[in-house]
């Protein structure tokens, strides 16, 4: 469920136009809806709690890391899950207790180990031997002794797209299963080491629940074992991963989830952690574009508009599926047409959907991309000279800029001229080589919504 829906035939984001945001802030643009985040945390985080779990719910930052969208969350309660000392700089920004964070990823560097430890952070997860000897080296220098988790890797197929399965044994993350005691023994016998927690995180966007229950089983098993070696397993983080509805896709619902949870390791007794990101974040959030022209081909036509991959790279990236929806509801009756929506990007993968019918467009229309809350603004980047797009959370009737757009000072003040080159004829100033660099690219005008 989530908050954007048509009233008086124009899409709202809560009770704000998407109209109003195309004409104010400009396109492409990402809006994110905070009752859509507080409801999907809410709901998550109550599941557990109704199944008599003490859970803690670490929202995966990677997923969408804008400062307004953490601490819209961190208010609600949630800790974090972060995979670089930026976002854990990020999580501490927007106010969430380092006792809810976690650390996570396949390469952290001594540097944002020590920054980590000395944060004061509930654990760091652990997903190689060399990882550990590294981190009791920092550990043990700075004094600490380091909650760690030992991420574990289930060989399970988590029935995923390719490029986001991360628990089958030909991937990089995590410590093979039968490695796994051996690993726990040389981690309680390491100084500036302490283990108290299995992790495991399996893939992302995941349907169905038998995979999660092949690998909670197996860690279910793997903490019996363990104890009975005498490592005090306090706790299990059990990653995220869960699924949401893009197109036809029918993910289970937390609660379903929740209760496979309460019955794989409810009986261990202790406390879990969760990492949902996509969950929390996907369908709380769309990218709004403006169609720039509509370009009738001989086999296919071309709606062209003002986002692209750059922008949302999921479709050229993961064959990703996001509905597209116009801003201004069509009647039902409405004749439709297969569009290729493009964006102008020079490259054939800078491709939203192929023959996607849709009620016809004009140049000016404006459309959403749906479920763009997740693994959206963050993967975005400037290439082919694009400035990053804004973001806009949206409150009620209210709404503001959380991320302005890029402005082109901003792009062309990232590079630096090499000595060499400006020798000859002394340095080149910004404002010269982009006279309006230092005002905000332009609006696009007004169209058909506005
Ligand atoms: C990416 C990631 C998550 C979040 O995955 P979602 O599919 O967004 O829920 C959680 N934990 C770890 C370790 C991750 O790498």
Request: with cysteine; hydrophobic share 45%; proline share 6%.
């Amino acid at each position: 469920m989530n908050h954007f829906d048509y009233r008086d035939g124009v899409l709202h984001a809560e009770d704000v136009p998407l109209a109003r945001i195309a004409e104010e802030v400009g396109t492409p643009v990402y809006v994110y809806s905070t009752a859509t985040l507080e409801r999907h945390y809410r709901v998550f985080a109550d599941a557990f709690a109704a199944h008599g779990l003490e859970a803690t719910v670490c929202y995966a930052v990677k997923a969408n890391s804008n400062l307004a969208v953490i601490r819209t969350l961190a208010q609600r309660g949630a800790g974090a899950d972060v995979v670089s000392e930026g976002e854990l700089r990020r999580a501490l920004a927007a106010g969430v207790a380092p006792e809810k964070i976690v650390f996570s990823g396949v390469g952290k560097t001594a540097a944002e180990m020590a920054f980590a430890i000395e944060t004061g952070i509930a654990q760091i997860n652990v997903e190689s031997l060399a990882e550990l000897e590294l981190l009791s080296q920092v550990s043990e220098s700075l004094g600490a002794e380091t909650r760690i988790a030992i991420r574990i890797n289930p060989d399970v197929d988590a029935k995923t797209h390719a490029k986001i399965s991360t628990g089958k044994k030909e991937n990089k993350f995590g410590i093979d299963l039968v490695d796994a005691r051996d690993a726990f023994a040389k981690a309680a016998a390491l100084p500036g080491i302490d283990p108290v927690s299995i992790a495991v995180h399996i893939g992302s966007q995941l349907t169905e629940l038998e995979p999660y229950r092949a690998a909670f089983e197996r860690v279910a098993e793997l903490t019996r074992t363990l104890r009975a070696d005498g490592i005090a397993i306090a706790h299990l983080d059990l990653g995220g991963g869960l699924g949401i509805p893009y197109g036809a896709e029918e993910p289970p619902p937390p609660d379903a989830y929740a209760a496979m949870v309460a019955e794989t390791v409810g009986p261990l007794g202790c406390p879990i952690m969760l990492e949902p990101g996509r969950m929390i974040v996907g369908n709380a959030g769309v990218l709004l574009t403006r169609t720039l022209f509509v370009k009738p081909g001989r086999e296919k036509t071309f709606l062209i508009v003002d986002a692209a991959m750059n922008d949302l790279i999921r479709p050229a990236l993961y064959d990703g599926h996001h509905a597209i929806r116009p801003v201004r509801e069509a009647a039902s009756d409405a004749p439709s047409v297969a569009y290729d929506v493009v964006g102008p990007v020079c490259e054939t993968g800078d491709t939203f959907a192929v023959a996607r019918p849709l009620p016809e467009m004009r140049a000016g229309d404006l459309a959403v991309f749906a479920s763009a809350g997740a693994y959206g603004a963050v993967m975005a980047s400037t290439y082919n000279s694009r400035p990053l797009v804004p973001e806009v959370l949206v409150k009620g009737e209210r709404y503001a800029v959380v991320r302005p757009r890029q402005s082109y000072q901003d792009l062309l003040g990232l590079d630096r001229m090499a000595d060499w080159l400006t020798e000859a004829d002394g340095p080149i100033s910004l404002e010269e080589a982009s006279p309006d660099a230092e005002s905000e690219p332009p609006r696009r005008a007004a169209g058909a919504d506005g």
